[in-house]
């Protein structure tokens, strides 16, 4: 009898094994998923926003143009003042004011510059976005058990189903290893004479293991 049991408690020990594999894979997919959607929605996003950011760095980078051009004029106004200056004195002031006007046009330059490659970089973007959710649309596809998304522009809904989906099967999966974590407990009660309740199936087992293998005159069957 103890051996019938204590093979019965392997069996549902090997059950419970491939439930958590199964309930391991649903995670991994349902991870996917989720950052497949994830992914999706950050980039749908940056195409509703592209054309007024795109309008924004293109006004910083006018205004920018703009400052640089005030101060180049006022760096060769300066330029030309120190050729009239007729003293050293004057001279002096106006080498001051034209170093000045060279700082200030550095400094003009180097917000343009900035301007340029924010404007370059949201540009590469944009033409970057478009083939990332191709690629989404083709990697949903992938998900092995899902219904593939028809179209890039469903793979949101897509995700949405897909979640419900996984999360259906999971709550099933769980339910199994309830029933097989209950039977495994009560049989390893009834083998130890005492409750188990609470122990996972491996758990359970390993009790009932050492118990039966402890037992004066107990042979069991080979695992």
Known sequence: MDDRALGELRHLA???SELAARAGELR???EEVAAIRTRTEEGDAFLAAYPDEEARRLSELAAGEQDLADRRRELREAEEALTR????EGRTHAEAARD???????VAQAR???SESAVAELRRD??????ELSELHERAGS???ITPPREPSSLVDWASHAHAELFVASRQLDA??????REANELASMLLGEPTYGATVAQALARAEAHCLSSPGHVSESR
């Not at 944009?126 to 083939?131: F, L, M, Q, W």
């Open 14 to 16: 090997s059950r419970d």
């Open 28 to 30: 991994r997919l349902d």
């Open 85 to 88: 200056a007729a003293d050293a």
């Open 100 to 106: 000045r006007a060279v700082d200030h046009v550095a």
């Open 112 to 114: 343009v510059d900035r």
């Open 126 to 131: 944009a033409a970057r976005v478009p083939t």
């Open 143 to 145: 998900v092995p058990g």
């Open 176 to 181: 199994q290893r309830e029933r097989v974590i």
